[in-house]
């Protein structure tokens, strides 16, 4: 049986630390380098629905695509949410990893999966290349094996995503034909100049905000597709379990969590959705 020093060796040969982010907090957060792993837990989110699947599960490390505290901190007391899911992890011996940006620009990563499971074919290039290695870096852009619709591929990305409250929107022509895709895992607003100039036909990410958004369809770029965050990137989950399987054999156990850990839980519209393939004008 593997310790957790080297299921740690296995993941970081595909998700370097050195390659997140300066204020990212990736790593190991809790566990014993030396515990032997069995059994492993993959989630986007270290929340504590996720934390009592692990420990249910008998889970001996637990990795989340989410760092548990961004932002750091003077205590991890069981006074607040965060500090309670770190003395459960550690009362029950499930250790906890993170895996953040260094995972977004990793070649496969984060984006690579999400451009699959809308239904990108062919090889994958970065949206936003690394300086240090082109082959790495920020989104992916892809081509669609055959052109469609923009309402059309919509229906495909929605269905190969996880299904959340407030589902997939979009800005844009219904009719327009696509066939040239770039995707963000994520928040990904910050490359809507850099999907823009990459000619694309449709951007697809999360968290898009109303006035870069408007403003972008202004100008008449790519139609966009903005999908629920914690959806465009539990994707990835899966294909870090299989690097870990691959490397590490029937030694370690592996599971994808199908924990919901969007934020919104609930969504309400009466638009019909014959109105949202044509436009909705608000009534007077």
Not at 38 to 65: G, K, S
Not at 125 to 148: F, T, Y
Not at 196 to 206: E, I, K, M, N, Q
């Amino acid at each position: 049986m593997p310790s957790l020093a080297d299921v740690i060796t296995v993941l970081e040969s595909s998700y370097d630390p050195s390659w997140a982010e300066p204020w990212d907090a990736v790593g190991l957060v809790a566990g014993d380098p030396a515990q032997p792993v069995r059994r492993v837990l993959l989630a986007v989110d270290p929340v504590a629905a996720v934390a009592e699947e692990a420990v249910a599960w008998n889970a001996d490390l637990l990795i989340t695509h989410h760092p548990l505290y961004l932002r750091g901190t003077t205590s991890v007391a069981a006074t607040t949410p965060k500090g309670r899911v770190v003395h459960g992890l550690i009362r029950a011996g499930v250790a906890l990893y993170t895996a953040h940006t260094n995972a977004d620009v990793a070649d496969p990563g984060v984006s690579d999966a999400l451009a699959r499971a809308v239904g990108l074919a062919g090889p994958l290039r970065p949206l936003q290349p690394s300086p240090e290695d082109p082959r790495r870096g920020l989104g992916r852009i892809g081509e669609l094996p055959v052109a469609l619709t923009l309402a059309e591929f919509v229906r495909q990305a929605a269905s190969g995503l996880p299904p959340t409250a407030a589902g997939v929107r979009v800005g844009g022509d219904p009719n327009r034909v696509v066939r040239t895709v770039a995707v963000c895992g994520g928040a990904g607003d910050s490359l809507l100049g850099t999907a823009r100039a990459a000619g694309v036909d449709v951007y697809l990410t999360a968290d898009l905000r109303h006035h870069p958004a408007s403003e972008f369809l202004e100008e008449e770029g790519p139609a966009l597709v903005d999908a629920a965050h914690w959806a465009t990137e539990w994707p990835w989950l899966a294909d870090a379990a299989v690097r870990l399987e691959s490397a590490l054999g029937t030694t370690v156990e592996t599971r994808v969590s199908t924990t919901v850990t969007d934020a919104w839980t609930a969504a309400h519209s009466p638009i019909s959705d014959n109105q949202i393939e044509t436009g909705v004008k608000v009534n007077p």
